[in-house]
Each structure stands twice: as structure tokens, then as C-alpha cells.
């Protein structure tokens, strides 16, 4: 009987918190952002201090694309490094944190609308490690990564992600990792150094998630092509964009939701940032 719930085998020596934890979407940027010591980085860091240290931490990444879904299961979990043409520094970057082979079959289990696969190959890209390592740089927490079934629609996505609510109040700290704005086809190199330069369009979609997030608008946001030409120019792929809808989708009513890191980076892409609770 016992191996038929996961979810309790896991949780049975944690008591129910009384407080849910929050949960964040955070708008990765540049993988230098793993690197470097600058604004987003700082707030990361300083939401690794403030927020209740969790039991673990599940990141849906923007750069796992995968048929079905999948969840990283391995009890350690390597570092990837999905990029190119960087600094050897930041090739050189290892985040040690464990995995949790028992928290992925007991997320596999809480999620019922799909078979979801248990991985022992993938690890933490840097849509996940860039970030979490400033959050939690000793590396002491499990982290998980929970992959996006590319070939489905935003709606599917949204509901999938509903089934993981329980884990709030469990000490698991759920993050969506991607950008709301992100055209790297149409991004202004020259103006990468300057401070919060967008173009017209973006800061214009900007705007929109901000106010449809703030005022829980979730079937403007699910249905997000319905929102004009900025929001094709803002969402050409929705790779990015789907980590939002995770997060999203985990949101209680009575969770006082904030923005952090608002800023625009080369004319076409958004580090703006959303936390629920």
C-alpha cells in the first residue's frame, strides 16, 4: 500500500506548514545572470534569505522542452550548459545541489491528468542553476526540474499545473523560469549596457502582463495571442512564456502578488518578475 503513495511516503515526516510557501516567476535573462553580480542577481539572492528556507525547490524551466512531461529524478543532478559563445568562467560553474528520486515520484503521482516520466538524464540547465545558485549558493537544497510538453497548448499547461498546489504547503518553493518578453531575434546589442532600454512594443506588453497578472486575469494570459501584434512580437515561441503559466496557475486567492526586477533589457527582452504570496 505504501508504495502506492509516493506523495505521503514523502511528506509523512513533514509537518503541514502554516504558511504556504510562495510561489515565484522569474524572468532568467542572460545566463551571465549566473555569474554576475548585478541587480537581478541581488534580488534573487536576497529572496533566498527572506523566503522560509524550503525543503526543496522545483523549477519549470524554459529550456526543457520535451514530448510528454517529465521530472528530473536523479539524486544528483548534473549542471548543463545549454549556451554558447560565453566566457569560460561561466562554463566553469558547477551547482552541486542535490536531487530528490522520492519528491519527483511523489510529483509524478500528485499530477493526473498525464503519465509523467521519471528522469535520470537531463539535470539543472541554466534556466534553473543561473538562478537558484544565487538564491541558495551553498547548495544544500534539493532542486528538481519539471520539464514543458512543447507540443501542447497553453491551456493543457495551465491545468497541469494546478495539480501541483499541494506541494505549497509541503516546503517545496515552485519557480517558473523564463522571460514574458522574449525576441532575441529583434534584440538591440548596442543597447544592451543601457539602463532599462525597451522598445515601444515591449514596453507596451510590459504593461499588459503586468495589469492581466496583477488583476488575475488568467484566461487573457492563457489565450495571450489574442492580445495583438505587440504580443506576437513580445512571444514569437512560447518557450519563455510558458514557465509564467506554471506559476500562474499556482496562485491562491488570497495570495498578495508583487513584481520585482521590472526592468527591459535590449529593446526585446523583459527581466520583470512576478512572486504570489
Do not use: C
Amino acid at each position: 500500500m505504501a508504495s502506492l503513495h509516493p506523495f505521503y511516503n514523502w511528506t509523512e515526516s513533514l509537518k503541514e506548514e502554516d504558511e504556504k510557501h510562495p510561489v515565484l516567476f522569474i524572468g532568467h535573462g542572460s545566463p551571465m545572470n549566473g555569474i554576475e553580480d548585478n541587480e537581478f542577481s541581488q534580488t534573487w539572492a536576497t529572496f533566498g534569505k527572506e523566503i522560509p528556507k524550503p525543503k526543496a525547490v522545483l523549477v519549470i524551466s524554459a529550456h526543457w522542452l520535451t514530448k510528454g512531461t517529465h521530472i528530473t529524478a536523479m539524486p544528483n543532478p548534473k549542471t548543463i550548459h545549454d549556451f554558447g559563445g560565453f566566457p569560460q568562467a561561466l562554463f566553469d560553474v558547477h551547482y552541486p545541489a542535490p536531487g530528490s528520486p522520492d519528491l519527483a515520484e511523489a510529483t509524478s503521482k500528485l499530477i493526473t491528468s498525464t503519465d509523467v516520466g521519471l528522469d535520470h538524464d537531463w539535470g539543472l540547465d541554466h534556466g534553473t542553476w543561473t538562478v537558484v545558485r544565487h538564491m541558495y549558493p551553498n547548495a544544500d537544497i534539493p532542486v528538481l526540474q519539471l520539464s514543458i510538453d512543447y507540443g501542447k497548448p497553453p491551456q493543457y499547461h495551465f491545468d497541469l499545473a494546478k495539480q501541483l498546489k499541494a506541494l505549497r504547503k509541503k516546503g517545496v518553493l515552485i519557480i517558473g523560469s523564463g522571460n514574458m518578453v522574449h525576441n532575441l531575434r529583434m534584440i538591440a546589442w548596442d543597447k544592451m549596457q543601457e539602463a532599462n532600454y525597451g522598445f515601444d512594443w515591449a514596453i507596451e506588453m510590459n504593461s499588459i502582463f503586468k495589469e492581466k497578472i496583477g488583476n488575475s486575469d488568467f484566461k487573457a494570459l492563457i489565450d495571450y495571442e489574442k492580445l495583438g501584434s505587440a504580443a506576437k512580437l513580445a512571444i514569437p515561441t512560447p518557450d519563455h512564456y510558458y514557465p509564467l503559466l506554471y506559476a500562474m496557475a499556482l496562485q491562491d486567492s488570497q495570495d498578495a502578488i508583487s513584481f520585482f526586477n521590472d526592468k527591459m533589457v535590449g529593446g526585446s527582452l523583459n527581466m520583470t518578475s512576478v512572486k504570489w504570496g
